[in-house]
């Protein structure tokens, strides 16, 4: 416990060099709970979307999960799995961090992985139900993508996804190119003379709800 609050303390101090939409590097991208809000005895499960430098990124468990509030909740994570206790204790909890009847309770989480020495936080909310959300109509260069995508260099290569950037939080990355306007739902990937032309193009989108959703495409210009 002592050790992933180090990791969230540095993770929130270190400047990174590498821009915001950068695949290729040492992080954890997204943290996901299926499903996001759980109401009482129900589970889910937590996972990581990981960038490493180097490498293609991917998706895993967290190598640990603790409880950061409330702590009179400690006991309701094992391993990645996070079960949502009787109604009787989701009661005690509101009166505990002061929230009306019936309001959801905010589970917050540490989660770590411990080879990379990475860490990151995410909320479960425990009393109610809702789904993560779905990537719809994404397009690249105005259309689907498929299995893998081909772009062509020294262009401008719109990138567009449904998403409302009022109430949701929309990300672009890549590890081929360039990315411009990266937390929009439409923005636009270049692939300079400079830039490496193989690599990975991602999205993930936030539902301001503690929803999240991701999809990965390997990616070239030629």
Known sequence: MKKLLVLLALGACAGDVDPPWQLDHD????????????????????DLFVGHKGAP?????????????PMSLADTVSGSTV???????LAAARTELGLMPGAP???????????????????VWLGDSMDNPTLDGVTVGDVMPGASIVV???????????????????????????MHDFDLHKAYLRVEKKDPTMGELAVVL????????WQVWPISAQ
């Open 206 to 213: 936030r539902d301001g709800k503690g929803g999240v959703a």
């Open 57 to 69: 990124t991917d998706v895993q468990p967290p190598d640990v999960v603790t409880v950061v509030s």
């Open 105 to 123: 309770v905010p589970l917050q989480l540490g989660v770590g992985v411990a080879a990379e020495q990475l860490a990151a936080t995410k909320t």
């Open 83 to 89: 079960t949502a206790p009787s109604e009787d204790r």
């Open 152 to 178: 062509p260099p020294l262009t401008d290569v719109h990138l567009f996804v449904n998403a409302d950037d009022s109430v949701e939080t929309v990300n672009w990355l890549t590890s081929c190119g360039s």
């Open 27 to 46: 992080r954890i991208i997204a943290v996901r709970a299926t499903p996001p809000h759980i109401p009482a005895g129900a589970t889910s499960m937590i």
